[in-house]
């Protein structure tokens, strides 16, 4: 007996899309179309659309698990602070963005007019969240061996090799240290809010130098945005080469 269709699959296009080279034959196709589908075309459309946002919620979350798991598997030694960075190199906007277009997404994505007009299909941000989302849906329709699979797949040759240093601290381990050695005194961090909807919070960071020197972050959580501040900070004073 098929399966039925999540709600998040329901309300999505039924018409058949082209043939997108996944790996993954979808039960349920509809939730293909769902991860496809950006809020400004669900806008535009109306009816009660679907679009990919709820998915790119749980694709995060999924794909943070995939590549964190792949990591630990492949470095058993390595401590918490290097597996952390490992992963940020792997996922992030910019590289999420890159397998986007490898994999096809970008011509497949349905957008608004407005959206379209604006560039909105090569934007690396609205990429990043159409990657996310297709994760999403490959575990809703075939779970957690799927997606797993798929992100094992997607990544293949983008494994970073482990550092030969002996260990890799973070940024804000080291940012600390430093400023232990040169001021005897340690950078402070304040949470100064949070904008964007519950699915896509941003977060903003201040960091203050000993020196009184300020810097800001914004990310995805609090603790991503104080590595970001740290790591500018790191830049700036010298302990970083620029990006």
Known sequence: ?????????ASAESSPLHPLDLGHEFATPALLATALTHSSCANERGEGT???????????????????????SLFPEAPEGELTLLRSQLVNEASLA????RLGLAGHVRLGRGEENQGGRSRPSLLSDVFEAVVGAIFLD??????????????????????????????????????????????????????????DKRFEVRLTL???????????????????????ALTVLGQLPEA
């Open 142 to 199: 075939g779970g957690y061996t799927a997606a797993r699979a798929f992100v094992s797949r997607t990544f293949d040759g983008q494994w970073p090799e482990r550092p030969a240093a002996p260990k890799i601290k973070d940024f804000k381990s080291r940012l600390q240290e430093f400023t232990q050695r040169t001021h005897k005194a340690r950078p402070v961090y304040a949470l100064l809010g949070s904008a964007g909807p519950e699915h």
């Open 98 to 101: 890159a397998m986007a277009l």
């Open 50 to 72: 679907r679009h990919n946002e709820r998915l790119e919620f749980l694709g995060d979350a999924v794909l943070e698990l995939c590549v964190s798991e792949e990591l630990f």
């Open 1 to 9: 007996m098929p399966a039925s269709p999540t709600p998040d699959a």
């Open 210 to 232: 000993p020196c009184g020197r300020e810097i800001l972050a914004v990310e995805k959580s609090v603790k991503k945005a104080e590595q970001q501040a740290a790591r500018l």
